[in-house]
């Protein structure tokens, strides 16, 4: 059988943020009607959840294409695509003022997730699938010295990027002050912190900002944030991984949220 063979720059240029991989990111696409322009199945797939994924193509007039598997690992970079991939038509950030509309349309105060230069897509992909998960209003990315959507991250969001509100800004300081002027609390996670989470209250307007895998927030964001709070941790080890981090801040306002 006939492999295609690429060279370094159609890698690069097909490795880019508007290509999703992974059987359950694909479905949670073409359920959420996002702008999908094609679809590729490995050689041969044709079982499990891709028969769902071939018959809402067909059913949302998205065109689907077979691929050699080699070609799947160039696009999309990983070699954990569980033969399926998809190109978006188009980048489905929104932008700040969109995930306060959000909050307002629901009547509720936002809840807002700010990473600080989290570059690893697997934190990012699991902060998305949290923040879904607890309803957040949405997440907000430097579009610098951090991680976009990119195929690792949807799929280790679970398919959650297609159902969460993510915008990108080119500034994550001006924006957080952007954010306090429409009445929005930042609180940084630090662990040096004297106020720890428990003690805070997150049920007013708040966006909570989670630093870096390895440095944890930057100088001038710390700077800009309103209120430093920590995590209580009993053990040796004195720091979390990011998404777990995250994890816990946001579940602790959507504990507050539902008034237990």
């Known amino acids: 059988m006939k492999r295609d063979v690429y060279s370094a720059g159609q890698v690069a240029e097909e490795q880019k943020e508007g290509v999703i991989a992974g059987r359950n990111a694909v479905l949670e696409a073409l359920k959420s009607g996002a702008a999908l322009e094609k679809i590729f199945v490995a050689r041969g797939e044709k079982q499990g959840s891709i028969i769902r994924i071939l018959s809402l193509a067909k059913e949302k007039k998205v065109p689907v294409q077979e691929a050699e598997r080699q ?100 500034n994550l300081v001006r924006t957080m002050e952007e954010l306090k002027q429409k009445g929005v609390w930042i609180y940084g996670t630090d662990a040096a912190a004297t106020s720890d989470l428990y003690h805070t209250d997150l049920t007013g307007s708040t966006a909570l900002v989670v630093g870096s895998e390895g440095a944890g927030m930057s100088r001038l964001v710390r700077e800009h944030c309103d209120h430093l709070i920590s995590i209580p941790m009993r053990g040796e080890v004195n720091s979390l991984n990011a998404s777990v981090a995250a994890g816990v801040v946001m579940y602790e306002a959507l504990r507050q949220r539902s008034g237990h």
């Open 71 to 170: 070609k799947l690992d160039f696009m999309t970079g990983i070699s954990t695509h569980q033969g399926v991939a998809a190109y978006l038509s188009q980048k489905e950030y929104c932008t700040v003022d969109e995930i306060l509309a959000i909050a307002a349309e629901k009547n509720e105060p936002p809840l807002i997730l700010l990473c600080d230069e989290v570059a690893d897509p697997h934190n990012l992909g699991a902060i998305l699938r949290t923040a879904e998960a607890v309803g957040a209003h949405g997440v907000i990315v430097p579009r610098h010295r951090s991680v976009g959507v990119t195929p690792a991250v949807t799929k280790a969001s679970a398919g959650a990027v297609f159902h969460v509100a993510i915008a990108k800004v080119t």
